[in-house]
């Protein structure tokens, strides 16, 4: 090794572990989670930090991602006379593209880095947040020019795998869970919090402005930039890549092939595409059957009370994971769909009687029980993986089915992501056909039934004489 080479490499020894070199670049080498003595030197500090500026990028993902639920009810009073069915094409197309680019993005941090893939994606956010500036300033903005600047707020969902990947490499086991279920909610808090300050801060500095009296629309896209931007140089100045953070393509294809990749992607669709689908149409919802709500004045800005939903929804995730840890994961996600179809049947019997509160507060527990079915679902993976898989059953060490449970972590994420382009076309074909939303409602709580049957039937039914326990 050369002196140049010696000067820029600086190595952390500690007594009975690996030396970690720091490289250029800002890669680790000789990284080991698992191993105490170095965790508690060194790699606890250097992990907790990672994860602060991934829940920060990840975070901005979710806002970007989300940005088009909120800013289409602001559309009319900026202008613009989409019909609904355009309307719900904008709310819907940037979660079908975020739900496909998570299972590339899966890869990315391999293949780049944990640290150069994060000032990517966050850099990417850019292209979305200003278009949207630049197109909602012009009412004469082409529909098809429209999709596709809400197609590329499908940067923001794609982040969530990504980021979720980069930390696993960064925690061992025993922190893992905790870990990624911050990541996760620090995430997920994005829909709230665009959907909080969006509507007041269009309004609020509208005045002086040639939309004076209505909306400043275009800085429902360009107040976000300074936050990219500040993400991005975070990501630059302050996280790590690991030299042994490996893609693990045949193990993708492997956990494809499991039967039980499946049938949790299709409950993950049920709990966490209820979650992104409806915070995505929630702000529509209000507007279309209480419009005096839509937007509640506070001294001179407007206050939108759909982020509610996906705040509680957000902050129910974790609560939802350790209750699953001690009544099982699998009733705990019976218990989340029987309570989704619940209230779900009760909202739709108590809207004649066309009372907001009533009618928000239904929304807000169904909210809940997703986010409690998102923790509970997400937990029950790693669990199916080692005791149920095939590799299992076939005899396979615990490290091949930590494996199979990392990849299809990772693509039932990105399967259930689809939730969010599904929920706002349903409920476009329903309205289109009938000119109501209720049969939509209807088939929903039919999903839910049929999901908990599923759940019930697959790993509480036989748990017993498939020695799974509380999965």
Not at 346 to 356: D, E, G, V
Request: charged share 10%; proline share 5%; aromatic share 14%.
């Amino acid at each position: 090794m050369t002196a140049d080479r010696t000067a820029d490499i600086r190595t952390t020894r500690t007594a009975a572990a690996p030396a970690l070199e720091f490289l250029p670049g800002r890669w680790i080498a000789n990284w080991d989670a698992e191993n105490k003595e170095q965790w508690e030197a060194t790699g606890r500090t250097i992990a907790r930090r990672n994860l602060n500026w991934s829940i920060f990028a990840e975070f901005l993902g979710f806002v970007v991602w989300q940005l088009w639920s909120i800013v289409v009810v602001q559309l009319p009073a900026a202008g613009f006379t989409f019909s609904t069915s355009e309307i719900f094409w904008l709310i819907s197309m940037p979660s079908l593209v975020g739900a496909t680019l998570r299972i590339p993005y899966t890869f990315m941090v391999p293949r780049f880095g944990g640290r150069n893939w994060t000032i990517v994606s966050a850099l990417l956010l850019l292209i979305p947040a200003i278009g949207l500036g630049l197109c909602v300033a012009n009412p004469g903005t082409p529909f098809g020019v429209m999709l596709l600047v809400a197609a590329l707020a499908g940067f923001g969902g794609g982040n969530f795998a990504s980021s979720m990947a980069n930390i696993t490499f960064f925690y061992p086991a025993r922190e893992k869970g905790w870990a990624l279920g911050l990541n996760a909610a620090g995430g997920n808090m994005g829909a709230a919090v665009a959907q909080l300050a969006v509507p007041i801060v269009i309004t609020l500095l509208a005045a002086g402005t040639v939309n004076a009296g209505t909306v400043n629309l275009p800085l429902a896209g360009w107040m976000w930039v300074p936050f990219i931007l500040l993400a991005a140089f975070g990501a630059f100045k302050y996280m790590n890549n690991l030299t042994s953070a490996k893609g693990d393509v045949a193990g993708s294809v492997a956990a494809l092939k499991e039967p039980h990749l499946w049938i949790m992607a299709l409950l993950y669709i049920g709990t966490f595409g209820s979650f992104i689908g409806f915070a995505g149409v929630f702000p529509k919802l209000i507007k279309d059957y209480f419009p005096a709500f839509s937007a509640i004045g506070v001294g001179t800005v407007a206050l939108s009370l759909a982020f509610l939903g996906p705040l509680v929804g957000s902050l129910a995730r974790p609560y939802g994971g350790r209750m699953a840890d001690r009544m099982g994961g699998a009733r705990m996600t019976v218990t989340a769909f029987a309570s989704m179809a619940v209230i779900t049947l009760t909202m739709i019997w108590t809207l004649p009687l066309k009372n907001f509160w009533l009618f928000l507060v239904l929304f807000l527990l169904l909210f809940t029980a997703s986010g409690f079915g998102n923790g509970a679902t997400y937990r029950m993976i790693p669990v199916i993986f080692a005791t149920s898989s095939r590799a299992a059953r076939n005899g396979a060490g615990s490290v091949a089915t930590q494996r199979l449970a990392s990849s299809a972590l990772g693509l039932i994420s990105a399967i259930g992501a689809y939730g969010g382009f599904v929920i706002p076309q349903v409920l476009n074909a329903s309205n289109t056909a009938s000119g109501s939303y209720t049969p939509a409602f209807y088939g929903f709580v039919g999903a839910y039934v049929l999901m908990l049957a599923v759940c019930w039937f697959c790993y509480i039914r036989n748990a017993n004489r498939n020695a799974m326990g509380h999965v």
